[in-house]
């Protein structure tokens, strides 16, 4: 039995320039403003989504997603049937092995408030993350967790 593991060539270019990961839909959005965005101002339906956004917690440590500054907005169409809704969020790093999980969590709590038909999440990288955009509440948080902020 010959072991090809070993064939592998794992050489590290360092010079070499960076390219986009292939497993993320790359979305700039230049007109995110406020951030971090709360929702502290919302009422009726919009406040209800925010509230089940809230509950989405970060998958590695017990920190709301709103609370980490993952959300960048919330936008609402109301429609005959009920509101769509649109989440405009983003990810720590774009290689979050989590991304798909969190998705399809963040789209279901935005679609769970009566009176909200569909939702939807953009998934934006610009601007990028960063521990500026953590809350007041989500740096307490990270610390009660453990974690130096």
């Known amino acids: 039995m010959s072991d090809d593991r070993h064939d592998v060539d794992v050489s590290f270019d360092s010079d070499a320039e960076q390219t ?36 989405v917690e ?24 009920g509101a769509h809704v649109r989440v405009i969020m983003t990810l720590t790093y ?24 569909s939702a939807e999440l953009e998934l934006v990288w610009s601007p990028s993350w960063s521990l500026d955009m953590v809350t007041e509440q989500g740096k307490a948080d990270l610390r009660e967790f453990g974690l130096s902020v």
Request: hydrophobic share 35%.
């Open 20 to 55: 986009p990961c292939a497993y993320t839909r790359y979305v700039e959005r230049g007109d995110v403003e406020g951030l971090p965005a709360t929702g502290e101002e919302a009422v009726g339906i919009e406040r209800a989504v925010w509230d089940a956004l809230y509950a």
């Open 94 to 117: 774009t290689g979050c092995p989590a991304r798909k999980m969190l998705s399809d969590e963040v789209r279901e709590a935005a679609a769970s408030p009566d009176g909200v038909e």
């Open 58 to 81: 970060d998958p590695e440590m017990p920190v709301s997603i709103v609370d980490l500054g993952l959300i960048y907005g919330v936008e609402l169409e109301e429609g005959d049937d």
